[in-house]
């Protein structure tokens, strides 16, 4: 599965941006697609998740302000990101995460977010 992520930038805090990933095969099959980000000297975490059944996972740090979406008939996967604050910077990666018994192993090139104060 090949990812590409877009939408990435420059935004004060408070702002709002909206992140796409396309992907180059059908996803209505794919068990779980995903959004993490990796902040320069930390690990890779995730941010969301939503899988075939639609059911959405959260990290506690952007829960109500971030909204992840997926259309299948687009092949696409979305993150919302609302109230956007400094400590979202980071590069963020589009996952996807093929069986239920899997993990996230199909990465995008990632798309860099800079929330300035």
């Known amino acids: 599965v090949q990812l590409v992520e877009s939408g990435g930038g420059l935004v004060q805090a408070g702002g709002s941006l909206r992140l796409s990933c396309a992907a180059s095969?059908?996803?209505?099959?794919?068990?779980?697609m995903g959004w993490y980000r990796q902040a320069p000297g930390k690990q890779r975490d995730p941010v969301a998740t939503?899988?075939?059944?639609?059911?959405?996972n959260y990290a506690d740090s952007v829960k109500g302000r971030f909204t992840i979406s997926r259309d299948n008939a687009k092949n696409a996967v979305y993150l919302q990101m609302n109230s956007l604050k400094p400590e979202d910077t980071a590069v963020y990666y589009c996952?996807?995460?093929?069986?239920?018994?899997?993990?996230?192993?199909?990465w995008g090139q990632g798309t860099q977010v800079t929330v300035s104060s």
């Open positions: 095969v059908s996803i209505g099959n794919i068990y779980g």
């Open positions: 939503i899988t075939t059944s639609m059911s959405t």
């Open positions: 996952a996807a995460r093929i069986r239920v018994f899997g993990s996230y192993d199909s």
